[in-house]
């Protein structure tokens, strides 16, 4: 039977004994899998992903990567995967090769190798033309690519992506993940992916597991999780909330089931549109004042509000765990290098 290259057991994290982070969560990911990990803000998307990456130490549980226990051996785990963090960790004071030259050195890569491979590594990732200005003169996509070069500088087995591609434009998230893939492909390299892009995860990632108030909810494809939502979704906006109407949105002939969420009703139906004239009907009839009725097929964005209870929502920050947390990992990383 093949290894797992992530495999976790019941892994739990409580901060001042009192807040779980995050709670008995396991799974595991094989080689070269594209494995996506989703959740809201302050679902524990980021304790997790510290912990698998030796950043903090859980309360309980057991967690292994390429082979490694990553609590017995924290220092193996560091020199063996590779992150690219949401926030910037380049130096902006010094140039792209020179940030390559560092990464190298902190990840012993032997000089008699480094130079070549970092060479190659400019200018597959399209930054050999700017590799000796300074890192503060690189647009957000170059800064990006580098921080990927950077991260797979010492040829790790498996890469952890923190949302690698918050704040670029469109264009700079396809180009991002066009290098990803040729570098999955070529090396058979395991990403482990964190994103506030639904789209990304339905395109690059084989399976999702989404985790909210530090609990898995849901794991699969991405066409399973769909599939899980029973059909297209209905959305009823009505002028007041009222309990009936559920109970007469429910009673309406093709509907599997009627809830209440947030400001509006969730009608699950598989032929949603042949169903909403009737449930405008139903409603009339039972004098429920409508504003507005929507039709969505069965995407992430439906699956994310299926599970959690809560719309995806792109722009969200950092909590300042969050911030926390990764600052902590820098420094850590950078710490290794002093001593």
Known sequence: MLESAIRVEHLSKTYNGKVRAVEDVSFSVMPGEAFGFLGPNGAGKTTTVSMLTAGLVPTSGRAVVDGVDVFRDPAAIKQRIGIVFQESTADPDLTGRENLELAAALFRVPRAESRPRIDSLLERLQIGDAADRLVKTYSGGMRR??????????????????????????QGRAGFWQYVQELRKDRGMTIFVTTHYLDEADAI????????????????????????????????????????VAKVLSAVPGVVSATRQEEAYRVKAPRGEALIPLLVDACTR??????????????????????????????????????????????????????
Do not use: N, W, Y
């Open 205 to 244: 990632c084989e399976r999702l597991a989404i985790i909210d108030h530090g609990r898995l909810v849901a794991m699969g494809t991405p066409s399973e999780l769909k599939d899980r939502l029973g059909g297209d979704v209905v959305t009823v906006r009505t002028v007041r909330s009222d309990p009936e």
């Open 286 to 339: 039972a004098g429920i004042g409508l504003t507005g009725v929507s039709l969505k097929r069965p995407s992430l964005d439906e699956v994310f509000l299926e599970f959690t209870g809560r719309e995806f929502r792109e722009d969200e920050g950092a909590t300042a765990t969050d911030r926390a947390v990764r600052i902590g990992q820098v420094r850590e990383a950078f710490g290794r290098g002093r001593r």
């Open 145 to 170: 690519r580098l921080e990927l070069a950077v991260g797979i500088i010492h040829a790790p087995r498996v890469l952890f992506l923190d949302e690698p591609t918050l704040g670029l434009d469109p």
